[in-house]
């Protein structure tokens, strides 16, 4: 494999890609490598983010579990289906 040095990254856009990373559960790296991946696949919208129902699913358990760390007061699954439920046959 080839390898590629990049210098001069501004902060803010490391920082970016470093979020990126993390919500993908991915390496910086790795996370570059995507971009560009994406970004140079032919027939697609550079600026459309493709993900997967997995990721997704990830990506919401991954928040999920740091909004308890926060929020000891948030609402239980079971509650959430009750409300839901609450009044229907």
């Known amino acids: 494999m080839k390898s590629i040095t990049i210098s001069n990254i501004p902060h803010e856009l490391y920082?970016?890609?470093e979020e990126r990373a993390?919500?993908?559960?991915?390496?910086v790296n790795t996370e570059i490598i995507?971009?560009?991946e994406h970004a140079t696949a032919?027939?697609?919208?550079p600026v459309k983010i493709q993900t997967t129902p997995a990721d997704i699913l990830k990506q919401a358990q991954y928040i999920r579990k740091?909004?308890?760390a926060h929020n000891q007061d948030m609402l239980s699954n079971t509650e959430i289906r009750q409300a839901i439920n609450q009044g229907r046959p």
């Open 15 to 17: 920082g970016k890609i």
């Open 22 to 27: 993390k919500a993908n559960n991915r390496s």
């Open 34 to 36: 995507a971009c560009l």
């Open 42 to 45: 032919t027939g697609r919208d």
């Open 66 to 68: 740091h909004i308890r």
